[in-house]
């Protein structure tokens, strides 16, 4: 079994050598390093910088995928440790360099004494963060070459408790959509404004209107957040801008949702434009999609969780987004979130620069991976 002070030594080195997706240059060549001192078939640069682990027992044909992500965050990290970031404006502040230790635990407990049947395709992620590194690996032919059955990935939650783990069929996790709208308006005088069309004015009936997206447009029982984050105008003290730019985050639990958000937001930007005389432009990118569990794989998931901890296999899906839905969309799949932890910098927000990976919960994430590889594949 893995030594849980090795998974720490690990993940140390990870948190204190922090990379920024599509340069985990180090992060790559440590973990492909290990994985073939486990006896792993190890394959390099898949989407860029990625990783991917092949390991086989017995005979069967029968495949499963595990993945974990291994970019930081361009963040100033604010604890003190020993391990803390040696990258200036660096850190893992989402916890991934405990999510790849954790993964490589498993990966060395399975090769060492795994019982089971099969194939284990162990998955290191590039850019998770960005919403681009799946697609870089799917489009490099991930799954063609490294053929799975099904799909699982795992994040930690701080405020959840050491030892407990949550999933649910269906949606789990939101899709994001960036949007930036611009207003093209007539500028003047501030003392004239009857002589142009102000942008803020018109900027600021959008914003309002939005709002009326999720609380009059959408099913209540439907998820949905519209937040306008940056608002920009070319005006300055006594001059009227004449242009506006608003950028702003959206998420939804489903395509359906996030599609009718596009469209509301479309038609309100058209209707108070039109009333103003002015000119309106939407740009929309959804950059994550929703992140839904194969039904089947959330129930497998579930019972491999609980013989580790504490389970709640019918949780409340969250409106945080990752791109594991590319993986998930490709085959089937569950994403599993397990607690990090209630007090200290283990109980502080995902991307908080006093955040910090809780070393405690290392081994009950590679015993989940290996449960569930043994159970799958029994």
């Not at 073939?36 to 086989?56: A, D, H, I, K, P």
């Not at 990258?87 to 635990?105: I, K, P, Q």
């Not at 069309?197 to 447009?217: F, H, N």
């Not at 596009?262 to 929703?290: K, N, W």
Request: proline letters at 3%; aromatic letters at 6%.
């Amino acid at each position: 079994m893995t030594d849980l002070s090795e998974m720490m030594e690990w993940r140390h080195d990870f948190h204190a050598h922090p990379e920024l997706g599509f340069d985990e240059h180090r992060t790559s060549a440590r973990v492909a390093a290990l994985l073939e001192s486990f006896g792993l078939e190890v394959q390099c640069g898949v989407g860029g910088t990625g990783v991917v682990g092949v390991l086989q027992k017995g005979n069967s044909t029968r495949s499963i995928g595990l993945r974990a992500d291994m970019d930081a965050l361009p963040i100033h990290e604010a604890n003190g440790f020993a391990h803390k970031s040696q990258n200036d404006g660096v850190m893992h502040a989402c916890g991934h360099d405990g999510h790849t230790a954790m993964l490589l635990g498993a990966a060395k407990q399975l090769a060492h004494d795994g019982d089971f049947n099969g194939r284990v395709v162990f998955l290191f992620q590039p850019n998770e963060e960005h919403g681009e590194g799946a697609l870089a690996m799917l489009k490099d032919g991930v799954f063609d070459r490294f053929s799975v059955d099904e799909v699982y990935g795992m994040h930690n939650i701080p405020g959840m408790e050491v030892g407990s783990f949550a999933t649910r069929a269906g949606p789990i996790c939101a899709s994001e959509a960036l949007f930036e709208i611009e207003i093209s308006a007539q500028g003047g005088h501030a003392a004239l404004p009857h002589m142009g069309v102000d942008a803020i004015v018109v900027g600021a009936e959008i914003v309002s209107a939005l709002q009326t997206i999720v609380s009059r447009k959408l099913n209540p029982s439907l998820n949905g957040v519209v937040s306008i984050t940056e608002f920009e105008t070319d005006g300055k003290r006594n001059v009227l801008p004449g242009h506006a730019v608003l950028r702003g985050d959206a998420r939804a639990l489903s395509p359906e949702v996030n599609s009718a958000i596009e469209v509301r937001m479309r038609q309100i930007v058209a209707g108070v434009c039109l009333a103003h005389g002015v000119a309106g432009q939407v740009r929309y990118d959804t950059i994550f999609p929703s992140v839904i569990n194969d039904v089947v794989a959330a129930q497998d998931g579930t019972r491999a969780a609980r013989q580790v901890g504490a389970v709640n296999g019918s949780c409340e899906p969250k409106l945080f987004s990752e791109d594991f839905a590319h993986f998930a969309n490709a085959k089937r799949g569950c994403f599993m979130l397990m607690g990090n932890g209630v007090s200290g910098s283990h109980a502080r927000p995902l991307h908080s620069a006093d955040y910090d990976f809780n070393d405690e919960v290392l081994g009950l994430g590679a015993a989940f991976w290996v449960k569930l590889v043994e159970q799958q594949l029994a």
